[in-house]
């Protein structure tokens, strides 16, 4: 297996590599007469989780040579040419012997939700009125599901869950309501007091998350293909993903990267969490990386309206990314809209100490910014629907933010009120 990581090391991502040579670590300590029946052993029982992809116009041809080798699972991705499955070591080193239609392997990495470092905030204020409401636009919440919160009810028009395959909109952890609230709730229980830039955006929901906020890039990435597959039907405009995974290969190299920027290029606009995966270097992490989609940071406005005080929050990523970009997207303030509340979500219980009144609670992170910047994208959709997402991003760069006077990876300031 060493010796297959040496000689086919260009069709396997860094990550992939590691976990093969970790899986044989343990023979440094066997007798030498041991190691082969111990590799033997080893290649029939250890399974990875990987994302196959394939090469240009191979996808149906490398997709049989997968299904040949009688995996339990495959979930097929033809928008970016990419297959996940979960294969013993064996089959692994046979599939990169025998199929010549394999581009790369990537190990299937662990993803999460962008609250584990995130500090409270107390009584958010309220956004200003805006005449956009966001009224006939379709926002896209990638993440944990979404409660049928009353804030949102009336305008949850699909649902797809990739975790527990459940029907009905739901949502276990919390987080995807609470970034459901962010970008479109409508305040009704408070007569408008806790509300999202477009309280009359329709929404849909995609879990990809489980309960305690994890998934992997597979889930994530059978999330994006499942709207790029139901875009026209459904009428998605924008996708919202506050989502969280360590920055390991370059952009044109990861296949959650690929699946946002075919979902930008099929005329979505993709908004995405810059990260807090490295809070000390300030590193932005996938799927922020992308030159393409509009990532935002979070900002620290300390209470005043001068912008020569604001900065972005030492726990979010700032960049340049791992290419090298410097980023020149958007930063959100932090603490506009508390997020919706149900009871029974894992977050709920986890942040106690900062319920707004009854039915919200109020948290600062990256996770809420992103939901605020897809509500104003579909506030400018409502008023110009014919925009490109390059356009859009434009807009937003050019018309609806303020600089801030910082470095271009920490550049630019959107306004509260849209």
Not at 391 to 411: A, D, F, R
């Amino acid at each position: 297996m060493i010796q297959l990581v040496r000689r086919m090391g260009n069709k396997l991502d860094k990550n992939m590599q590691q976990k093969l040579i970790k899986s044989y670590s343990l023979l440094r300590f066997a007798p030498c007469f041991l190691h082969r029946p111990l590799e033997y052993m080893r290649k029939k029982i250890k399974i990875l989780p990987l994302i196959i992809e394939f090469k240009q116009d191979s996808f149906g041809a490398g997709l049989n040579d997968v299904k040949n080798t009688k995996c339990h699972m495959l979930n097929e991705f033809p928008s970016i040419s990419c297959c996940a499955t979960k294969l013993s070591l064996e089959k692994i080193e046979q599939l990169l012997e025998n199929c010549c239609h394999i581009k790369k392997i990537y190990y299937d990495r662990k993803v999460t939700t962008l609250l584990d470092i995130s500090p409270p905030v107390i009584h958010s204020d309220q956004l200003k009125e805006n005449i956009l409401t966001g009224k006939g636009v379709t926002i896209g919440i990638v993440d944990t599901g979404i409660h049928p919160h009353r804030d949102l009810q009336g305008r949850i028009k699909g649902f797809k869950d990739f975790v527990n395959n459940r029907i009905a909109p739901y949502d276990d952890n919390g987080h995807g309501t609470h970034c459901a609230g962010g970008a479109a709730g409508n305040g009704s229980i408070y007569n408008g007091k806790y509300r999202g830039p477009s309280p009359e955006a329709s929404l849909i929901g995609i879990k990809v998350l489980d309960k305690m906020g994890i998934g992997s890039l597979s889930t994530v990435i059978s999330g994006v293909e499942w709207c790029i597959q139901n875009q026209s039907m459904l009428g998605i405009d924008i996708l919202s993903l506050s989502l969280d995974s360590l920055t390991t290969q370059y952009a044109e190299d990861n296949p959650v990267v690929k699946a946002i920027e075919k979902a930008w290029d099929n005329g979505m606009i993709v908004c995405v969490a810059a990260g807090s995966a490295d809070p000390f270097q300030g590193i932005i992490s996938i799927p922020g990386i992308s030159p393409k989609v509009i990532t935002v940071r979070t900002i620290r406005d300390n209470n005043t309206i001068d912008y020569s005080d604001d900065s972005v929050a030492n726990f979010s990523g700032r960049g340049p990314t791992i290419d090298c970009l410097k980023k020149l997207d958007l930063v959100t303030l932090m603490k506009n809209i508390p997020p919706l509340r149900f009871p029974k979500f894992f977050l709920d219980r986890a942040n106690s100490d900062v319920h707004v009144d009854i039915d919200y609670v109020s948290l600062s992170c990256t996770s809420m910014a992103t939901p605020i910047c897809a509500g104003l994208t579909a506030q400018l959709l409502q008023n110009q629907p014919h925009l490109t997402p390059d356009q859009v991003k434009q807009q937003l760069i050019i018309n609806i933010c303020q600089n801030i006077g910082q470095s271009p990876n920490t550049l630019k300031k959107e306004k509260s009120n849209g």
